[in-house]
């Protein structure tokens, strides 16, 4: 999961995050437990959050 320079620290994703794998200090940040699953990516309002290709 890439999280870019959009990212407000706002943390809709980690809320909505089942795995729990996202935090927010400042800024959001995956952390290793992220499976990519792109769960997150709806409630981002900046649409900061990109699933690698």
Do not use: L
């Amino acid at each position: 999961m890439n999280i870019n320079d959009n990212c407000v620290g706002c943390g809709q994703c980690a809320s909505f995050c089942k795995k729990g794998a996202i935090e927010v200090r400042g800024r959001a940040r995956a952390t290793d437990a992220c499976v990519d699953c792109g769960m997150c990516i709806p409630y981002c309002p900046v649409k900061a959050i990109e699933v690698p290709a």
